[in-house]
């Protein structure tokens, strides 16, 4: 049975890893993963606007990993259009890609609550030495926070590589419009924080007491050797 300072700290992993599963899903669904500035290059060319004329053509552009949002200013007022990425923009994306990076999302939230349960189990039941013993703390914690860190390094090379940006904003638009000055936005920062979070438990189940897997000291038999000095 865990002691009394063991339950604590694996009931504080446990809400830990609950937090991850929740901020992982809310952030999913979210459509606050990047923005961006657009600027209405075809219509600035035309009028040969410079300085402060660029802002009567700049615009807005945010989206996350279903739907987002993009503001058209062309010299004629703002127009505000909602964009969705299934189906309306699935031509326009890297479409492999971007289902990877969802698919990684539901990896983080299934593991990160698949690691909360096995944190209060060890903390209130009487864990197998197995998966569900101290193997199991490290193996799903280690997988939740591998999945978080895929998420960002994925997206940010469908952003980056791809252009996410641009192809998004000009859709049905030809290249007449410019994203600049993206910015990640707090969506993309909640995995981040569960990337953070987990590799916190980790630390909190070495404190514990849990030693790291396969860490185990092999005892050195002198005495077959000594015995073969004999002969």
Known sequence: MPTRQQRLVFSVS???????ALAAAVATGLPHWLT?????????????????????????????????MKVKRCGLGARTSRLSLFPELLG????????TVLFF???????????????FFNA?????????GPLGLYLWTAISGLCSGLVMVLFASEV??????????????????????????RCFWLFLLVFLL??????LTRLAGVHFPFQGTKEVDL?????DLMY
């Open 198 to 203: 987990h590799g916190l438990n980790v630390l």
């Open 92 to 99: 326009a994306i890297p479409a492999g890609l971007h289902v």
């Open 124 to 132: 209130f039941g009487r864990p197998y030495q197995t998966l569900q």
């Open 36 to 68: 961006a500035r657009l600027l209405c290059r075809g219509a600035a060319e035309r009028v040969n606007a410079t300085g402060t004329e660029l802002e009567q053509f700049a615009g807005g552009l945010s989206y996350g990993l279903f739907h987002g």
């Open 160 to 185: 980056k590589l791809h252009h996410l940006s641009n192809r998004i904003a000009n859709f049905s638009e030809g290249d007449a419009l410019q994203a600049n000055g993206e910015r990640y936005d």
């Open 223 to 227: 005495g077959g050797g000594a015995a």
């Open 14 to 20: 446990g809400a830990l890893g609950l937090s991850c």
């Open 105 to 119: 999302c539901g990896a983080v939230i299934l593991f990160s609550s698949v690691a909360t349960g096995f944190f």
